[in-house]
């Protein structure tokens, strides 16, 4: 029998997803042993086998580095700015994505409780407080992952839930939690964002788009793991738009072992759904690519702004103006292949940023977004609203920026300067982001400030750079490291490290 490469694919990645399994487990239950003698009894009744899994995948994952071996850091692995000193703080965390300081500048972490690559924490998403030597106290868990954001504002977390449906809560340091806004449109290929506050007392985020490109297909079976769960889920936009009717073969992989393209899909509709020229696709409240304005309470919900891919990051300038990161396309393993590019904008109220047909303010028909051995790409859009502006910076293909900061004192430097994380591609063939930049939102200037130069399974150092914040005091800037997570050669299996995430801090030098 002939086997269709991704059905291999998603063969091999079931036994990825039971070897993390049985990590992820095992390092739970060996954390709570060396805690307390209490759980020693309940060793034996736990079937803790090692499950028969691809000996390359083993031998591979043997190979990845713990966190401590990436410190001390090797001088060929990075670069910073030599007026800087770069310093671990914690050690250990598991697919951290968040800081925030409270009134008092105590520093917390949220960590998401889930990684691309369908890994998760048996105790979800949690916020923990890292005291002044680094030592950690879990605060609050059990948030459905992947936990997206936790910001403090007015004695309260805000924190976002990324699963379906997403999630906005406002939480208590005594455990309580309200759910603020329910029902978002999270949870396909994308989630939520950073949730910010702005000088009008006003709460901001975001929710993505469902699909890398608009049209439901194959990857998000084999690669997102989510169709075969939600079979229905498509992306919904937040405006009326208009279809040209075109359509993308496809392979069914609710078939076993399918071989060929017999299903026609479309933009904006369940998968091997078509779409016919002219077609309306009505827009509405719960919507994906899409940014939301509320009162602190959640209340009088509405859409802000809309027509983005991805967005992780958003923050407002010492102006008073809103900025916010895009992620762009992916050009692999899917039914609309666009290599896009990645960007830095300023929010407009009431605009719209180019979501499928443009990129970075560019029509995806340009050249420059046809992907090797893959087709030019067209519209899907019979009719295109005005583009709300031009972006402010523009990064290179699977940079991948995410969160920003700051700069606001001249203990640190660079004052008013942007400093922004770039996670990098999921792929080490292509080297961008990896680093984090400062940016003059003013200029459009991107400077590179840190910069893991050999990325990959066995670097040292920052590798993943998610967040970053400044001190209360702006003398220091703390910089979230993810962890390693990487696909392997051309496999879309994703590669996850547990308690992979470094919280690091950079200070100047005396």
Same mark, same amino acid.
């Given at each position: 029998?002939?086997?269709?490469?991704?059905?291999?694919?998603?063969?091999?990645?079931?036994?990825?997803?039971?070897?993390?399994?049985?990590?992820?487990?095992?390092?739970?239950?060996?954390?709570?042993?060396?805690?307390?003698?209490?759980?020693?009894?309940?060793?034996?009744?736990?079937?803790?086998?090692?499950?028969?899994?691809?000996?390359?995948?083993?031998?591979?994952?043997?190979?990845?580095?713990?966190?401590?071996?990436?410190?001390?850091?090797?001088?060929?692995?990075?670069?910073?700015?030599?007026?800087?000193?770069?310093?671990?703080?914690?050690?250990?965390?598991?697919?951290?994505?968040?800081?925030?300081?409270?009134?008092?500048?105590?520093?917390?972490?949220?960590?998401?409780?889930?990684?691309?690559?369908?890994?998760?924490?048996?105790?979800?998403?949690?916020?923990?407080?890292?005291?002044?030597?680094?030592?950690?106290?879990?605060?609050?868990?059990?948030?459905?992952?992947?936990?997206?954001?936790?910001?403090?504002?007015?004695?309260?977390?805000?924190?976002?839930?990324?699963?379906?449906?997403?999630?906005?809560?406002?939480?208590?340091?005594?455990?309580?939690?309200?759910?603020? %806004?329910? @029902? !978002?449109?999270?949870?396909?290929?994308?989630?939520?964002?950073?949730?910010? =506050? #702005?000088? /009008?007392? $006003?709460?901001?985020?975001?929710?993505?788009?469902?699909?890398?490109?608009?049209?439901?297909?194959?990857?998000?079976?084999?690669?997102?793991?989510?169709?075969?769960?939600?079979?229905?889920?498509?992306?919904?936009?937040?405006?009326?738009?208009?279809?040209?009717?075109?359509?993308?073969?496809?392979?069914?992989?609710?078939?076993?072992?399918?071989?060929?393209?017999?299903?026609?899909?479309?933009?904006?509709?369940?998968?091997?759904?078509?779409?016919?020229?002219?077609?309306?696709?009505?827009?509405?409240?719960?919507?994906?690519?899409?940014?939301?304005?509320?009162?602190?309470?959640?209340?009088?919900?509405?859409?802000?702004?809309?027509?983005?891919?991805? %967005?992780? @990051? !958003?923050?407002?300038?010492?102006?008073?103006?809103?900025?916010?990161?895009? =992620? #762009?396309? /992916?050009? $692999?393993?899917?039914?609309?292949?666009?290599?896009?590019?990645?960007?830095?904008?300023?929010?407009?109220?009431?605009?719209?940023?180019?979501?499928?047909?443009?990129?970075?303010?560019?029509?995806?028909?340009?050249?420059?977004?046809?992907?090797?051995?893959?087709?030019?790409?067209?519209?899907?859009?019979?009719?295109?609203?005005?583009?709300?502006?031009?972006?402010?910076?523009?990064?290179?293909?699977?940079?991948?920026?995410?969160?920003?900061?700051?700069?606001?004192?001249?203990?640190?430097?660079?004052?008013?300067?942007?400093?922004?994380?770039?996670?990098?591609?999921?792929?080490?063939?292509?080297?961008?982001?990896?680093?984090?930049?400062?940016?003059? %939102?003013?200029?459009?200037?991107?400077?590179?400030?840190?910069?893991?130069?050999?990325?990959?399974?066995?670097?040292?150092?920052?590798?993943?750079?998610?967040?970053?914040?400044?001190?209360?005091?702006?003398?220091?800037?703390?910089?979230?490291?993810?962890?390693?997570?990487?696909?392997?050669?051309?496999?879309?299996?994703?590669?996850?490290?547990?308690?992979?995430?470094?919280?690091?801090?950079?200070?100047?030098?005396?």
């Amino acid at each position: 029998m002939t086997w269709n490469p991704w059905y291999q694919q998603w063969l091999h990645y079931q036994e990825w997803l039971k070897y993390q399994e049985w990590l992820r487990y095992q390092n739970y239950m060996n954390q709570k042993i060396a805690n307390t003698q209490q759980y020693s009894s309940l060793i034996p009744h736990h079937n803790l086998v090692k499950p028969q899994i691809n000996y390359e995948l083993e031998t591979y994952i043997k190979d990845v580095p713990a966190p401590v071996d990436r410190i001390p850091i090797s001088p060929q692995d990075m670069y910073l700015d030599p007026d800087y000193i770069l310093e671990p703080v914690v050690v250990g965390l598991n697919f951290p994505t968040s800081i925030t300081f409270d009134d008092e500048g105590r520093l917390y972490v949220g960590e998401a409780g889930f990684s691309y690559g369908a890994a998760d924490t048996p105790e979800g998403g949690r916020i923990l407080e890292v005291g002044s030597n680094g030592e950690v106290r879990e605060i609050v868990s059990g948030f459905r992952g992947p936990v997206t954001s936790i910001t403090w504002h007015q004695g309260f977390f805000y924190v976002a839930e990324g699963k379906y449906p997403g999630r906005i809560l406002r939480v208590g340091k005594d455990g309580s939690k309200d759910v603020l %806004v329910d @029902g !978002l449109r999270s949870g396909g290929d994308h989630y939520t964002s950073d949730v910010v =506050f #702005g000088p /009008d007392g $006003k709460m901001y985020f975001c929710v993505g788009s469902a699909t890398t490109s608009a049209v439901v297909g194959i990857d998000n079976y084999y690669y997102f793991n989510w169709l075969q769960k939600m079979p229905s889920f498509h992306d919904v936009p937040a405006r009326n738009l208009v279809l040209n009717g075109k359509n993308y073969k496809s392979i069914n992989p609710f078939e076993i072992n399918p071989q060929e393209a017999n299903v026609v899909t479309a933009p904006y509709q369940p998968f091997g759904t078509p779409a016919k020229d002219g077609q309306i696709v009505k827009g509405q409240l719960k919507a994906n690519s899409v940014m939301y304005q509320a009162n602190p309470d959640g209340s009088n919900l509405r859409v802000y702004l809309d027509g983005f891919r991805n %967005v992780f @990051g !958003l923050g407002f300038a010492p102006n008073g103006k809103l900025y916010f990161t895009e =992620f #762009g396309y /992916d050009d $692999k393993h899917n039914s609309r292949p666009i290599k896009g590019l990645e960007a830095m904008w300023e929010a407009v109220e009431g605009g719209w940023y180019g979501f499928p047909d443009y990129s970075a303010g560019i029509p995806v028909t340009d050249p420059m977004f046809k992907p090797e051995g893959e087709p030019q790409p067209e519209f899907v859009l019979k009719e295109h609203p005005p583009l709300a502006t031009e972006p402010t910076v523009i990064w290179e293909h699977g940079s991948s920026p995410s969160k920003f900061d700051f700069s606001k004192s001249k203990r640190f430097g660079h004052k008013n300067w942007a400093f922004v994380t770039l996670f990098g591609s999921f792929l080490p063939a292509q080297p961008n982001g990896y680093k984090v930049v400062r940016v003059n %939102v003013e200029t459009g200037k991107s400077v590179d400030f840190l910069a893991n130069l050999r990325p990959g399974p066995k670097t040292t150092g920052v590798v993943r750079p998610v967040d970053c914040r400044f001190s209360p005091d702006g003398s220091s800037l703390y910089v979230l490291d993810f962890g390693k997570i990487f696909t392997v050669d051309k496999s879309p299996d994703l590669k996850t490290e547990a308690s992979g995430g470094i919280l690091w801090r950079v200070r100047r030098k005396k």
